[in-house]
């Protein structure tokens, strides 16, 4: 069984459009992340929630909006689609968070998101 | 705001060789540090994580050193096989804040 699984794997797009990401993870963790991985290679936090709650929200543009409808999941939905989100994002699980920092992080495949 | 930063960002070395990767943070107060391994196409694999209070953690081939004060993470492959070919990432903090990566390649 994969412990952090996202769909889909791939996703072709055009500008404008709305989609989503959705990511389970099996493990029992508490708390679940999205990583952004840009074409250099860069990963970048984008959201983190802990047994549902919002807890980490970076400056992404107001378009992504994660949900969390119970705490093996958490899914990414983007409206209005533009170039620059084209990446490759990734979601992640672990045992615990909060200010005093993360336990061993669980990544998914990722899923390369491309925008025409 | 956390920076880390990865040294080299490139290292190719012939099977066998024992070899370190560096990664330095800009904020001490850390909680731990990660390192992970990222193969091409595919999401990152947890090596090592070593708590802020602890020194180093050990497991097989790999060790990983933390020295909190000086902001720096080292970490040490022996014996390298061309199957440690991956992108090594560390990643720091409760924001967790990844580095660039140092890619390795290890050539048979």
């Known amino acids: 069984d994969t412990a952090v699984s996202q769909t889909p794997k791939y996703l072709v797009t055009q500008m404008g459009n709305d989609k989503s990401i959705k990511c389970e993870q099996n493990?029992?963790?508490?708390?679940m992340y999205w990583y952004k991985q840009d074409s250099k290679k860069f990963l970048k936090i984008m959201f983190s929630?802990?047994?549902?709650?919002?807890?980490i929200n970076e400056t992404v543009p107001n378009r992504f909006s994660p949900k969390s409808p119970d705490k093996a999941h958490l899914n990414l939905h983007i409206n209005s689609l533009e170039l620059g989100d084209s990446a490759v994002y990734f979601c992640?699980?672990?045992?615990?968070?909060?200010?005093?920092?993360?336990?061993?992080?669980?990544f998914g495949e990722g899923s390369r998101l491309t925008v025409l | 705001k956390q920076e880390v930063t990865q040294i080299p960002a490139a290292l190719s070395v012939p099977e066998g060789e024992n070899l370190v990767l560096n990664c330095s943070f800009t904020?001490?107060?850390?909680?731990?540090l990660q390192w992970f391994r990222q193969d091409p196409g595919k999401g990152l694999t947890s090596l090592l994580l070593?708590?802020?209070?602890?020194r180093e953690q050990t497991s097989g081939r790999l060790n990983a050193s933390l020295d909190k004060s000086s902001g720096r993470s080292t970490l040490y492959i022996a014996a390298s096989q061309p199957g440690d070919s991956a992108t090594y990432l560390c990643?720091?903090?409760?924001?967790?804040?990844f580095g660039e990566g140092t890619q390795l390649t290890v050539n048979p």
């Open positions: 070593i708590q802020s209070s602890q």
């Open positions: 929630y802990n047994n549902k709650e919002l807890i």
């Open positions: 904020d001490s107060a850390i909680y731990n």
């Open positions: 992640a699980s672990s045992p615990f968070s909060g200010a005093g920092g993360t336990g061993e992080l669980f």
């Open positions: 493990l029992g963790h508490d708390t």
């Open positions: 990643a720091v903090g409760s924001r967790l804040t």
